[in-house]
């Protein structure tokens, strides 16, 4: 039994062709086997080469494609480079190589640049696909290029709405979805993420670097450490030097006390710098990402001010004039950290365009991410709403109250946000902190509206803004607890890096081969024309035509024509047989200049009979 089972497993490898090998294999990606994936690509890839110039051979740079996913799909981005640049190699002209080639040289240090030159031939080469406009508006969000991201992802969107519009020939899918929709849903997502001004997780590292990004992220994380360290340390000897001095009478053991935090201070800074070993980039790094550099900066003047401040402490008489010095220093040391949380809160909050980003989160259903997106996004728009309504509250309970009446329509752009989302509801700390921000406005402008009609604060006013207060605090504390708890399950909170981002594309699509009566076609034309677009305009020149190595199309043009294709590399070649069948084909395709000829990659072949006396009526 075991021989008879070996040898229908031969069988069945001997039957399959290399594009059903290749199906296979995208069968099994699309399942989440990239193993069995990775074995059936490399089958698919064995089968092309042993059928040099014959019609299989063309399926080479699809298998190729498949086995550089497949080895990313396993977690070995650097294993996944050769495969891809062997489909560039064998299909120069293959839109959905160039997209897989960039997708993989975007995931290693060192070849951003590539990446996006490589994207942009991908556009060149298919513009009417939304593929390449979404991987350069991937590659442009990476890069912290929101404006170049939004036009890219915009483009795509118009592109695969045109494909879902109009599919063209063939059958559609069998599940009933239409091409492009699973494009469209995924660059709508990403689409979000431009208009919400998001950077990346590691947007202090420029993928250009020729250096790991683990390196950078370890000096990006002693760099943050020791300014938590050191913020948090100079806050609390200043608090304690100052309490000991006062209260206990201790003098000159807080002086001693503060020195030796001060001590502390060097020794913390020296043992975090040794970790850092790209020192060169630091400043780069903190160009890159500004909020690592004020949060640098803001640790360095904190511990500026203390040190200052310890002096003056301890300098015997010191002029009265420097008492506001010594306390504005003392202030500096022990308010630097708060301060610079609540700016880098209240600065995210109010960075991108959250209701137009959730217009596009909402219009993706049943999509994982952008419900996360979405909800994300809410909250950004809750904690907008808050910082306006509560100055407003409390301007006005200390010097105009009926400033208040403004109130009632603060919450209005969120309540409509919270509406539009299918999958707001979701979280029910969410749904709690907007009835309570609806509650505190409210009570707020009750409590105004009371108090300018009886033109004193009644007591009906006095608990109307008690309410509205109440609540506005509850908010917070609504939006701590979320936060909080989320942080102890390790899951998605209520903050910007909670927010992700879609993978980018694949370049899983199949190739398209010269079929049988396509190759028999141009192997005994009598005449080949070349079509290419000419500054002046069409034009058309005679080429002779024969089929390469890899299956692809080879012609021999007048000069002029390579130079005509580096502009534009969309030709299409037509070509007509012999009598008695009179067969013609056309091949629609991108021409890549080689020297003394030109390298045609099929993106459409079509093949027809000329009418002769047989089909007269």
């Known amino acids: 039994m075991g021989t008879d089972g070996n040898h229908s497993k031969n069988h069945e490898k001997t039957d399959k062709s290399p594009r059903d090998w290749c199906a296979e294999a995208v069968a099994r990606l699309h399942a989440g086997r990239p193993e069995e994936a990775l074995n059936a690509a490399r089958e698919a890839a064995a089968g092309a080469a042993r059928d040099e110039r014959g019609e299989a051979a063309a399926t080479g740079e699809w298998a190729h494609r498949l086995m550089s996913l497949a080895v990313e799909r396993l977690g070995r981005d650097a294993d996944a480079l050769p495969p891809a640049r062997e489909a560039v190699r064998l299909a120069p002209g293959s839109w959905p190589a160039r997209v897989r080639l960039a997708t993989a040289l975007a995931r290693l240090p060192g070849h951003a640049d590539e990446a996006a030159g490589q994207a942009g031939l991908a556009r060149a080469f298919a513009p009417e696909e939304p593929a390449p406009h979404a991987l350069e508006g991937d590659l442009a969000l990476l890069r912290g290029d929101h404006a170049h991201a939004t036009t890219a992802y915009r483009t795509a969107l118009a592109t695969a709405t045109a494909i879902s519009t109009d599919p063209g020939p063939g059958p559609g899918p069998s599940s009933g979805e239409r091409p492009g929709d699973a494009v469209r849903a995924r660059v709508r997502v990403n689409l979000g993420l431009a208009l919400l001004r998001w950077d990346r997780p590691r947007a202090h590292h420029d993928p250009a670097w020729p250096v790991d990004p683990r390196e950078t992220g370890r000096a990006r994380r002693a760099l943050e450490v020791w300014s938590r360290q050191a913020r948090l ?210 009570g707020c402008a009750a409590g105004a509206l009371l108090e300018w009609s009886a033109q004193d604060r009644t007591a009906g006013a006095a608990w109307a803004w008690r309410v509205g207060m109440a609540a506005l605090g509850l908010v917070a504390v609504a939006f701590a607890v979320r936060a909080g708890r989320a942080w102890w399950r390790g899951g998605p909170g209520p903050w910007r890096s909670s927010l992700l981002m879609c993978d980018l594309p694949a370049g899983d699509e199949p190739s398209v081969p010269l079929g049988l009566e396509a190759r028999q076609a141009l192997a005994y034309a009598r005449n080949v024309v070349l079509s290419f677009a000419d500054p002046l305009g069409p034009r058309t020149v005679g080429a002779a035509a024969s089929i390469g190595p890899a299956g692809e199309l080879r012609l021999v043009a007048e000069a002029g024509a390579g130079e005509a294709v580096e502009a534009d590399p969309r030709v299409a070649v037509f070509a007509a047989g012999p009598s008695p069948r009179r067969r013609w084909v056309e091949v629609r395709g991108v021409a890549v200049a080689a020297p003394g000829l030109l390298r045609v990659t099929p993106k459409q072949v079509l093949t027809g009979e000329f009418p002769g006396r047989h089909q007269r009526g």
């Not at 365009?353 to 259903?365: C, I, K, T, Y």
């Open 233 to 442: 340390l100079a806050a609390l000897a200043t608090i304690g030097v100052a309490a000991a001095a006062q209260a206990a009478d201790l003098a000159l053991q807080a002086k001693l006390g503060g020195l030796v935090a001060l001590a502390l201070l060097a020794v913390l800074t020296v043992r975090q710098a040794r970790r850092i070993r790209v020192w060169p980039l630091v400043p780069a790094m903190m160009g890159r990402d500004p909020w690592l550099g004020t949060e640098v900066v803001s640790a360095a003047v904190s511990v500026a001010a203390y040190a200052a401040w310890l002096g003056l402490t301890a300098a015997p008489g010191v002029p009265p004039w420097l008492d506001p010095v010594w306390a504005g220093l003392a202030a500096v040391a022990v308010l630097g950290w708060p301060a610079h949380a609540a700016l880098r809160a209240l600065a995210g909050t109010w960075r991108g365009h959250p209701v137009r980003a959730l217009e596009q989160f909402a219009a993706v259903d049943g999509e994982r991410t952008a419900r996360r997106n979405a909800g994300v996004t809410l909250w950004i728009l809750l904690g907008r709403t808050w910082s306006v309504l509560a100055p407003l509250a409390c301007a006005a309970v200390a010097v105009e109250p009926r400033a208040a009446l403004a109130a009632v329509a603060v919450p209005y752009p969120l309540l409509r946000c919270y509406r539009r989302a299918r999958h707001g509801g979701e979280d029910g700390w969410l749904r709690a902190a907007v009835v309570l921000l609806v509650l505190a406005a409210a």
